[in-house]
């Protein structure tokens, strides 16, 4: 009984490692399409800075999976590939161009994959206690680096906010309270 609980377990980890790859793949792409709209920018050197990031993290994860003896599942990180292209037929504000509005978007979702990767290394930092095929140090480090991603993201997301909401706010002189519209009802 105990093998077969070991083989179902194996398969869970198989696919929680293999849906962290396909988000990952998602997410390298979306930094990559970022990094070519905003070359030249302020901050465009950050970006392609995180998105080389992104690809050694994306790298380290196939490392982890070559060393714990789970293949690649290649139709899921083409699915990855696929959501992130379908992520760009968004509505947001502008049917032909770039909205301001993307870049928000666009920087919230990449906290959010970076967070999930945060809680992807704080599991397999667990299961390095117990597995000697994993370098604790090595997650350890990729933990560290996931957590000053999310803090540049939402720095680069809390000033692509201001630009694009904070005219409003000095053209009226007012600020529309959070959970209301600007006609005063509750949304």
Do not use: C
């Not at 980890?13 to 997410?27: F, I, Q, R």
């Not at 080389?52 to 994306?58: K, L």
């Not at 997650?139 to 904070?166: K, M, Y």
């Amino acid at each position: 009984m105990k093998e077969r609980s070991d083989l179902h377990e194996g398969r869970l980890l198989a696919v929680y490692l293999n849906d962290h790859l396909t988000g990952a793949t998602a997410g390298l792409s979306l930094v990559r399409r970022m990094v070519r709209h905003h070359r030249g920018s302020e901050i465009g050197p950050q970006l392609e800075r995180l998105a080389g990031q992104i690809a050694e993290d994306r790298d380290s994860l196939r490392e982890v999976m070559t060393a714990l003896d789970i293949p690649a599942m290649h139709a899921r990180a083409a699915l990855g590939r696929f959501a992130e292209v379908a992520g760009q037929l968004k509505l947001n504000g502008h049917l032909v161009s770039r909205s301001p509005l993307s870049d928000v978007m666009e920087l919230e979702l990449l906290r959010l994959g970076v967070e999930g990767k945060a809680a992807a290394w704080r599991s397999l930092q667990s299961l390095a206690s117990a597995d000697a095929r994993l370098d604790r140090g090595s997650i350890d480090r990729l933990l560290e680096r996931a957590q000053r991603q999310s803090g540049l993201l939402e720095t680069l997301r809390t000033a692509a906010s201001d630009r694009v909401f904070a005219p409003s706010v000095r053209r009226t002189g007012t600020r529309v309270p959070a959970g209301s519209t600007a006609a005063g009802k509750a949304v």
